[in-house]
C-alpha cells in the first residue's frame, strides 16, 4: 500500500487530517474497535460512534503523551473522518495558559519600563529584569514543549501507523 498520496501523508507536517469513507458511523466504530482489540497490547483508547482516541500503551507516562482523536462525521451524505495527534487536551490548554501569561506580563513589565523613562522616574527600576525573565520564561516553556515532542517522537509513529492500518483502508475519494 502506497501512503505517498493520501490524505494520512499530510500528517508529517500537520498533525491533523480529515479523510471520507464509504462506510457508516457504525461500521466504521466496529471496525475501529475490532482493529483496537486485535492490537490491544501496543494500544488502547475509548470508540463510541462520534469520537475516537488512541494511546499508545507504554510504561513510561510523561506530560506529552500522544493520542490520536478521531471524530466520526456526516458531512454532504459521506461519512468523514477528522483525526488530530498530539498530546491530551488538558496539555495543550496549560501550555497555551503559560505562553498568554507570560506573554501579558512579559508585555506589561515592558510598558511599565518604557513609561518610567517616559516620564523621568525611578519607581520600577526592576521592570526591564522582570521582562527579560519574562521572555525566558517564553523560552523554557518553548524548550519543555519541544522536549516532550521529542520523546514522543517514537510513540507518534506507532500512532501514525495505527491510523494508516485502521482507517487508510477504507478512504474514499471524495
Excluded at 20 to 37: G, I
Excluded at 63 to 86: C, M, N, Q
Aim: glycine share 4%; proline share 2%.
Amino acid at each position: 500500500m502506497n501512503t505517498e498520496e493520501t490524505t494520512l501523508d499530510k500528517i508529517r507536517s500537520r498533525p491533523r487530517f480529515k479523510m471520507f469513507t464509504h462506510l457508516s458511523k457504525d461500521e466504521y466504530a466496529e471496525n475501529l474497535k475490532k482493529y483496537l482489540a486485535e492490537h490491544q497490547n501496543e494500544f488502547s483508547g475509548n470508540i463510541n460512534k462520534e469520537m475516537a482516541t488512541i494511546q499508545v500503551e507504554s510504561q513510561y507516562d510523561n506530560y506529552w503523551k500522544p493520542r490520536l482523536s478521531l471524530r466520526i462525521e456526516t458531512e454532504d451524505g459521506h461519512t468523514a473522518i477528522r483525526g488530530v495527534f498530539g498530546p491530551s487536551s488538558a496539555v495543550w490548554t496549560f501550555f497555551m495558559f503559560l505562553y498568554f501569561l507570560f506573554s501579558i506580563l512579559w508585555m506589561t513589565f515592558f510598558t511599565m519600563y518604557y513609561v518610567e523613562k517616559q516620564i523621568n522616574s525611578q519607581e520600577f527600576p526592576w521592570s526591564l529584569s522582570a521582562s527579560f525573565g519574562m521572555l525566558i520564561c517564553i523560552t523554557l516553556t518553548y524548550a519543555a514543549a519541544r522536549f516532550g515532542q521529542y520523546k514522543s517522537k517514537e510513540e507518534m509513529q506507532k500512532l501514525r501507523k495505527f491510523a494508516e492500518e485502521s482507517t487508510l483502508q477504507f478512504e474514499k475519494k471524495v
